[in-house]
């Protein structure tokens, strides 16, 4: 049993900020990668950001210089700063842990978070 809870989205003016978290609870294996994808309407799920339990950082093009992730090992809880959002950013957070490094290894899904940039 692993659930992932988004927190933090919402409605926000271009050039503004949201910060998003994410927790994970339940039994599963601590050694993992943790990160975030988006959708927006009418495209595929993105990959945004991912961070290693040992602290290797991935971003998209899209995102880079903008956004921030980090996460806390000891709250299992991964967060993401946003800032400079502009309308293209908006789409549903989702908030993922990886096992892939795994044989058979799977990856897991929160139920997502809905972030709108507009004015």
């Known amino acids: 049993q692993v659930q992932l809870v988004e927190s933090g989205g919402g409605l926000v003016q271009p050039g503004g900020s949201l910060r998003l978290s994410c927790a994970a609870s339940?039994?599963?294996?601590?050694?993992?990668?943790m990160g975030w994808y988006r959708q927006a309407p009418g495209k595929q799920r993105e990959l945004v950001a991912t961070?290693?339990?040992?602290?290797?950082?991935n971003y998209a093009d899209s995102v880079k210089g903008r956004f921030t992730i980090s996460r806390d090992n000891a709250k299992n809880t991964v967060y993401l700063q946003m800032n400079s959002l502009n309308p293209e950013d908006t789409a549903v957070y989702y908030c993922?842990?990886?096992?892939?490094?795994?044989?058979?290894?799977?990856?897991?899904w929160g139920k997502g978070t809905l972030v709108t940039v507009s004015s």
């Open positions: 993922n842990l990886d096992y892939r490094y795994r044989p058979g290894g799977m990856m897991y």
């Open positions: 339940g039994t599963f294996f601590s050694i993992n990668t």
């Open positions: 961070f290693t339990v040992g602290g290797t950082t």
